[in-house]
């Protein structure tokens, strides 16, 4: 069992950077590979980017490499989404997730996750 709490979300104008945090709960922290998702209106939830346990291996959606960066601190218990140069098209809920890897490889779909965030509104204006 694991609880996440995302904070950092807010209004920026295009160009601007803003970084995210998801504080995580549990004594396994370090157990889970975790990833963030984002959700704009009326669209899917879809994902930006994910960290393996170690934070060794990372990955990213195509529309945000060389903008946004993952990382996590596992004695902090917490992960982060560094994002600069920001878009309109970023402008989304962001969620975090976590689940306990079988794999090596970080998954994107969403149904691979077990535990959510409840997110964070980022509005990049133009």
């Known amino acids: 069992q694991v609880q996440l709490v995302e904070s950092g979300g807010g209004l920026v104008q295009a160009g601007g950077s803003l970084r995210l945090t998801c504080a995580a709960s549990?004594?396994?922290?370090?157990?889970?590979?975790m990833s963030w998702f984002r959700q704009a209106p009326g669209k899917e939830r879809e994902f930006v980017a994910g960290i393996s346990r170690s934070g060794a291996n990372t990955d990213y959606a195509d529309s945000v490499k060389g903008r946004f960066t993952v990382s996590r601190d596992n004695a902090k218990n917490a992960v982060y989404l560094q994002m600069n140069s920001l878009k309109p098209e970023d402008t989304a809920v962001y969620y975090c997730a976590a689940r306990f890897p079988t794999t090596s490889a970080i998954l994107k779909p969403e149904n691979e996750y077990r535990y959510w965030g409840q997110g964070t509104q980022v509005t990049v204006s133009s």
């Open positions: 549990g004594r396994t922290f370090s157990n889970y590979a």
